[in-house]
């Protein structure tokens, strides 16, 4: 069983090992880009390479240490411990990519904690944010810091920067390389999972950047609700009292209207994410449990829930209005939080009393984890039956579904879905993930092929029971969007975890299939080679070959979606616009200034000098008429980097998009 300990605030940052960086679960990993570098300062030039001070520190290339080579930056004259060698990354990093920064620190001399932030600022107001928390450092030898960065706002100033918890003393710095892996596109050719689970919204919890490229694409075809999966929380909007921060939240709500998806909020109250100042009285002292601390904590969850409740208004369907309000370890069921014992049961009976007022038509939730553990489950059902008694207006139990391949069984789920259909509320399932561990001790640098099959299985089980119970249900949503980005890669333990539909490049699992078609788990987790399986079965149902009729016409998109000193990253659409399905595909084009292409996805490359053949991967060769088929690409440049002007496809002239 687990228990939830304090849990840190991450909001699009994500720290991991570089070990885990490596993992790559999709079924055909070796098509999967290789990772690009764009930076790469080892400081052998004897140059700073760009890195500056953040103050009046001063940088120089040094001979004294080096983790690789010869030389290092050296980093003296700090006077603060935020003090520390930066490096602009405005012109290189992009909305949206997730990079990997890796930095080998050292100190000159003793020992402190040293830790790999990010400065962005919009309009001369800044935000700071942990890449790799404080780590150890010494004199004695190199420490390496790596975790990944996404942006997922407009900046007009970003860098990262290497800082201390205590002390000022000098620093070494080498060996600096940031990289990212270029997107795979998304399989456009598999069901949405919102258009074969019809019973009830299927969601997802979402971050920052979670709503751009490839992600956003996948969220809205396949999903049509969504959480924030922190930006709603007390930290985020309310960080200090009375001053209201919807700057995380927008955008993400913004997407959801644009895109026609239903938002869950979540959530109003909780024991965690909630900033210290909420438990303090105005003279800073903690609050104990006076009569004078209940009414003013109350009237801040009060004022709390009528501002963001009011900002969102109707926008938001549904809010989590209080957050595991329970432990079942206690004589009356009840957590012991700082909301509890400095209130009672009163900051339950407000939050949903003030919800109700401020948003009357929205669904208000009480949500917790493991609520199919029998105990738990009874000391929820009780809170919420002696509650409704008293006609605190409960409209909704959330089961957050935190569950592993091996737990828990569908019988115990379906008790628990059971269990609260007489008392009147709507249920939902508001965080489901499956974790491939069942231990906190196991460890697996890939996961294994049967923990994805049992974890398949485990979704498909528990869909059909959910669509089983679609009466009593009218929400079920994934805590996360794919494998790239999940709260269990850090929670309980440091390791990768794999409990989502998608992989790591945003490839459908067989946990996918278990979700929308469960006659396919582990025979592929790519698209079909042919189009049998959405035909009636009948071959005659296959578009007749015509790749060499001449009937091919066609409309080419080319477009460079990165470009670095010396690299590039492109991107191409070929549309048909005839009449007649291609089977096959073969686009050629020239280079008119020497690029080369070093690798290419979702097809084929050869290329002799500024002559390039692209052919189609054996799965998106038939084009429908109407249709399109993409494939992505790396490149290399010098001088300049014009866009081809003309394309052939199967040896006739296509219009160029
Ligand atoms: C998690 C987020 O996903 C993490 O990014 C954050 O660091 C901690 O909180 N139960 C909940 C969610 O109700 O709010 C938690 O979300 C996961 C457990």
């Not at 957050?400 to 509320?425: C, D, R, Y």
Request: aromatic content about 10%; hydrophobic content about 40%; glycine content about 8%.
């Amino acid at each position: 069983m687990r228990a939830l300990a304090r849990l840190t605030v991450a909001t699009t940052l994500i720290a991991v090992s570089t070990a885990a960086i490596a993992v790559a679960t999709h079924a055909d990993a070796a098509d999967a880009p290789a990772p690009i570098t764009v930076i790469n300062a080892d400081f052998e030039d004897g140059t700073v390479e760009g890195f500056t001070g953040r103050s009046a520190e001063v940088l120089a290339a040094s001979t004294a240490q080096a983790h690789g080579g010869t030389r290092s930056l050296s980093v003296t004259g700090r006077t603060a411990t935020w003090n520390g060698p930066a490096l602009n990354v405005l012109d290189t990093f992009e909305k949206g990519t997730s990079y990997t920064i890796s930095v080998w620190v050292r100190m000159a001399d003793g020992s402190d904690s040293a830790r790999l932030s990010v400065e962005r600022r919009l309009a001369d107001t800044a935000n700071y944010e942990t890449v790799v928390g404080n780590t150890a450092v010494t004199s004695g030898g190199w420490v390496n810091l790596t975790g990944r960065y996404t942006l997922s706002t407009d900046v007009d100033h970003l860098s990262f920067y290497v800082e201390t918890a205590s002390t000022t003393g000098s620093l070494f710095l080498d060996d600096v390389t940031v990289s990212y892996t270029p997107a795979v596109p998304i399989q456009t050719d598999i069901p949405n999972v919102k258009s074969v689970v019809t019973e009830f919204p299927v969601g997802a919890a979402i971050t920052g950047a979670e709503i751009l490229g490839e992600h956003g694409q996948l969220l809205s075809k396949h999903f049509n609700s969504i959480t924030p999966g922190n930006a709603l929380k007390w930290d985020a909007t309310e960080p200090a009292a009375g001053t209201f921060n919807y700057t995380q939240a927008d955008p993400l709500i913004a997407y959801a209207k644009a895109n026609g998806l239903a938002i869950r909020g979540h959530t109003f109250v909780w024991h965690n994410q909630t900033p210290a100042w909420v438990f303090q009285r105005a003279d800073g002292t903690a609050m104990t449990g006076t009569a004078d601390d209940k009414a003013l904590l109350l009237d801040r969850l009060e004022n709390h829930i009528r501002n963001v409740g009011a900002h969102y208004g109707s926008a938001i369907g549904t809010w989590d209005v209080v957050n595991e309000v329970i432990d079942e370890s206690q004589s009356d069921g009840m957590r012991r939080s700082s909301w509890y014992t400095i209130t009672g049961l009163d900051y339950i009976r407000t939050a949903f009393k003030v919800a109700r007022e401020v948003l009357p038509t929205a669904k208000l939730c009480i949500n917790d984890y493991n609520t199919n553990v029998a105990a738990k489950r009874d000391a929820l059902y009780n809170l919420v039956s002696t509650l409704k008694g008293e006609g605190i207006p409960i409209d909704c139990v959330g089961h957050q579904m935190h569950i592993n391949v091996s737990w828990p069984t569908v019988a115990e789920t379906e008790a628990m879905i059971q269990k609260f259909v007489p008392l009147g509320v709507t249920q939902q399932i508001t965080e489901m993930d499956v974790s491939i561990y069942t231990s906190s001790s196991e460890n697996f640098p890939t996961p294994p092929a049967d923990r994805l099959l049992s974890q398949a299985y485990k979704y498909r089980d528990m869909f059909a029971l959910f669509r089983k119970y679609a009466s009593a249900i009218s929400s079920v949503t994934l805590w996360g969007l794919a494998d790239d980005n999940t709260w269990l890669d850090t929670y309980p333990v440091s390791r990768k975890d794999a409990p989502l539909l998608f992989d790591t490049t945003l490839q459908a699992k067989s946990a996918y299939w278990g979700v929308v078609d469960p006659t396919r788990i582990g025979t592929t987790t790519t698209a079909p080679t042919s189009p049998s399986s959405s035909s009636t079965g009948n071959p005659t149902d296959s578009p007749s070959p015509s790749a060499s009729s001449g009937a091919n016409s066609c409309s080419i998109t080319y477009r460079v979606t990165g470009s670095w000193q010396g690299g590039f990253q492109g991107d191409v659409k070929i549309t048909n616009t005839g009449t007649a399905p291609y089977s096959a595909w073969r686009l050629n084009w020239q280079f008119a200034a020497d690029q080369t292409i070093t690798q290419l996805w979702n097809g084929s490359v050869t290329q002799n000098e500024n002559s390039v053949a692209v052919f189609n991967a054996a799965w998106n060769g038939v084009v429908p008429a109407g249709g399109s088929a993409s494939f992505g690409f790396l490149g290399s440049w010098t001088g300049s980097n014009p866009a081809p002007t003309s394309f052939s496809m199967n040896g006739n002239v296509c219009t160029v998009a």
